[in-house]
């Protein structure tokens, strides 16, 4: 890994580096050293390219870190181009520069934007960490700590806009999804891309939970609903929702909250209702 990231480093390096020593030659005939400040913008798109196509982190986050980079920075640079290079004088921080710089002016903005090459790779590190991270989805990592398997039945409650079900309806094609929400407006929104996507797997239903259920899967539930959870799966057989058949219980609700921000799962203590949260294996 550290050699990856190294690897990385020294071909953005170079790369930021080669474009700043373009851009200086450019403005030699053109006096006018605010060209650098385009190349700074259009550097940090660079680097965020350079650093999705070498890192070998996970594809999606990489893919999105490059586009982010490039909007922003292409956005930037093409806006600073037109407004302070084509068609502008020098800007009066730079004719001082060179007022307070005296002789030797090309070998000095030489490393005036060089320096501004070593900027960019200083601030573009957030992308290099975030595109070599290999840490999967939080999705898929909820999952993996509830133990789910294809095949189960499964139940979320409170399934909001739908990102978790719908992602477990995809990648687990032999289990059943109850997704429970209370909102109707959720509901016709996951179905409609449950339909979209060819999912036949996943039921929405919009009720209320009185008694417990199968393995439920929760994000961002508080920790008494799911102490209360926990505690009404050890004396009660299933859930009926709306008629619906009801479904073998298990003991333990699997939960992300805000003091824990990977998914956790809540266990039931052996008497009371009351239940702790702890890092799941």
């Known amino acids: ?30 006096r006018n050293a605010a060209i650098v400040e385009a190349g700074w913008a259009g550097g940090l798109a660079l680097l965020g390219a350079i650093y999705a196509a070498t890192a070998g982190g996970y594809p999606v ?69 975030a ?5 999967p989805r939080l999705l898929d990592l909820t999952c993996r700590r509830a133990r789910l398997e294809d095949g189960q039945d499964v139940l979320e409650l409170g399934c909001g806009w739908g990102s978790l079900s719908l992602y477990m ?17 959720q509901k016709q929104f996951i179905d409609a891309e449950a339909a979209r996507r060819g ?8 009720a209320d939970i009185t008694n417990s259920t199968p393995r439920a899967v929760s994000i961002a539930w508080s920790r008494w609903k799911c102490s209360n959870i926990c505690a009404t799966t050890r ?18 609700t699997y939960l992300r909250t805000a003091a824990s921000p ?14 702790t949260s702890s890092p799941a294996a």
Do not use: D
């Open 1 to 30: 890994m550290t050699a990856a990231i190294l690897h990385a480093l020294i071909i953005g390096t170079t790369s930021v580096c080669g474009l700043m020593l373009v851009l200086w030659l450019i403005h030699l005939p053109l």
């Open 61 to 129: 986050r990489s893919l999105l870190i490059a586009a982010m980079a490039a909007l922003w920075g292409l956005r930037l640079g093409i806006f600073l181009l037109f407004t302070r290079v084509i068609g502008h004088r020098e800007e009066g921080r730079y004719v001082q520069l060179r007022r307070e710089w005296g002789g030797n002016l090309p070998l000095k903005f030489l490393l005036f934007f060089q320096f501004q090459a070593l900027l960019c790779v200083l601030l573009s590190v957030t992308f290099l960490v």
């Open 131 to 135: 595109a070599f991270n290999p840490r």
């Open 169 to 185: 309806a995809g990648h687990y094609p032999n289990s059943r999804i109850l997704a429970v929400s209370n909102s109707r407006s």
């Open 199 to 206: 999912l036949t797997n996943l039921e929405v239903a919009t």
């Open 235 to 252: 004396s009660c057989c299933g859930v009926s929702l709306r008629g619906r058949a009801r479904m073998p219980c298990c003991s333990y």
């Open 262 to 275: 990977t998914p956790s799962k809540c266990v039931a203590p052996p008497t009371g209702w009351r239940s």
